[in-house]
């Protein structure tokens, strides 16, 4: 009995502190304009989950440290935000919501661009994919934990991290859901320490690189250091990620495009490699691995093809 009534003192407890449902409303982006399960689900972030009543399925994640739930209509995604924000405090959810899918940018408009530009480009189109527009070290972090990885993993990595450095937030559809950690979180978390915790975590081999990325950002700034990269040329933000341990040109690029508004950035995976060996550069044919030069050219390849939205165009 004891053991009962303290749990259920503890959910109460949980429900007191969790956040609350601060707003709801819509965002005009048609289901044409945005697939929210491609969108969420394909690995651009790891934060997000689909629940389904058999009718209709919400998309539920968290986003600038606010739970969301997401449920596409026909012209428009409606949503709820659940924020431990002070009553009194004044904040635009609507707002960040849509600045997260960046739902001014016309895809329909960009497609038939490219598609002008590209007679290759209509064979690739399919749902429409939205480039999210994420906190660089959440970004970073995730990256990080994806190389060599696949996404329910690396899903399972991100929220063991949150849970372990974040706010907790509530519980929602039966699941605990966490705040990414800021890089002040860590301030008094040693090198040492960081990297055994995140090896107990069975981060593997990622946990030294990820523990160093941590201490090389704290002393670049940390957040200052992340505008001062926005605020760079695609170039240059990419010569500066890459001297972070563990970091290559490919992470680099996916958080220069997902977090620093670098949207020429094109990240060659294999996916996007054997796509220019068969339809754009067939001279790459017998290349079987991804050098930097050969990394370099297809990336520039489709810079120059696509413009200064290339790497939404490869997201497509």
Known sequence: YFEHKMKEMSNEQDLEMA???????????????????????????????????????????VASNIYWELTPEDTSIRYEAYSKCPGGTSMDYKSLISNYLRSDFNIKKHQTEWMGKDENFAKFVGKAVRVLAQEPLENIISFMCSQNNNIKRISAMIQWFCSAFGVKLGRYNGSDEYTFPTIECFQDVGLQELDTKLRAAKFGYRAKFIALALQKIKEQGGQRWF?????????????????????GYKVADCICLMSLGHLEAVPVDVHIYRIAQKYYLPQLSGQKSVTKRVYEEVSQHFQELHGKFAGWAQAV
């Not at 505008?227 to 970091?247: C, D, M, N, T, Y």
């Open 19 to 61: 956040a609350k449902l601060k707003d709801s409303g819509t965002i005009e982006l048609s289901t044409e304009e945005c697939s929210l399960e491609q969108t969420l689900l394909g690995g651009q972030s790891f934060r997000w989950r689909p629940i389904s009543d058999g009718t209709r399925t919400k998309y539920c994640g």
């Open 227 to 247: 505008i001062k990269l926005q605020g760079l040329s695609f170039h240059e933000a990419r010569e500066e990620l890459v001297k972070l341990p563990g970091i």
